[in-house]
């Protein structure tokens, strides 16, 4: 089946320093979600991405979807300590099933 | 508004006995979906439901795990005879119909000793 290959898996950064991770796929999606989870909460929807190209932001945090429609960047800027979690990527095909990579786990270094 | 809410939201459970997980999706979301996560691991597909049918449930791991969906609203997991490898989050999302964005759930911790 599908599948999105996210990376990196883990990241560790210092405080301050700019992030960037992102999600490929083999298929075509028609829609790109980025997700963020906290420890021990369910995921909330950072940015939905609708158009091939298309960039958007989210305070300091930015994601494009792919021009060729397999892949999406998400970039967090001036990272801060409340950004540690979970990142997902989410692609919707063209079926209307919505596929998650498996994670970019964020960490700050003191 | 509301959003998606999860009953309970921890549960301990000795091994071999059936416990039932409660999803109430947010008001007029006709997709709901049940996800399985393992202590810090990705989230892994169990079943969907669109109004109270299943057109999918490929990703149920084996008979003992069930579900349904009443009313096109709350939805119930049931997992028979649990194992300690059941040991994980579940999170349940819904959506406005299949293949727009899913909003989640808090998860029930699931421990099976």
């Known amino acids: 089946g599908q599948q999105l290959n996210q990376s990196p898996q883990s990241m560790f950064i210092q405080e301050g320093e700019d992030v960037s991770m992102n999600c490929t796929s083999s298929s075509i999606f028609n829609t790109w979600l980025w997700y963020k989870q906290d420890p021990g909460e369910g995921p909330v929807l950072l940015i939905a991405l609708y158009k091939a190209g298309e960039l958007t932001s989210n305070g300091r945090l930015t994601a494009q979807f792919g021009i060729t429609r397999k892949d999406s960047f998400l970039n967090i800027s001036a990272s801060i300590p409340s950004d540690v979690g979970i990142y997902f990527c989410a692609g919707r095909s063209g079926d209307d099933k919505i596929i998650f990579g498996k994670g970019t786990r964020l960490h700050i270094l003191p | 508004g509301a959003g998606v809410s999860q009953s309970p939201s921890n549960k301990v459970t000795e091994k071999g006995k059936d416990v039932e997980l409660r999803c109430d999706p947010i008001?007029?979301?006709?997709?709901l979906y049940w996800y399985r996560q393992s202590l810090g691991q990705g989230l892994e597909f169990l079943i969907y439901?669109?109004?109270?049918?299943?057109?999918?449930k490929s990703g149920l791991p084996s008979d003992r795990f069930s579900a349904e969906r009443t009313g096109g609203s709350v939805s119930t997991l049931t997992i028979q005879r649990t194992q300690q490898e059941d040991s994980a989050v579940y999170l349940c999302?819904?959506?406005?119909?299949?293949?727009?964005?899913?909003?989640f759930g808090p998860g029930t911790r699931l421990t099976v000793t």
């Open positions: 008001s007029g979301h006709t997709a």
């Open positions: 439901f669109q109004g109270n049918s299943a057109p999918d």
């Open positions: 999302a819904s959506s406005l119909a299949a293949g727009y964005e899913q909003y």
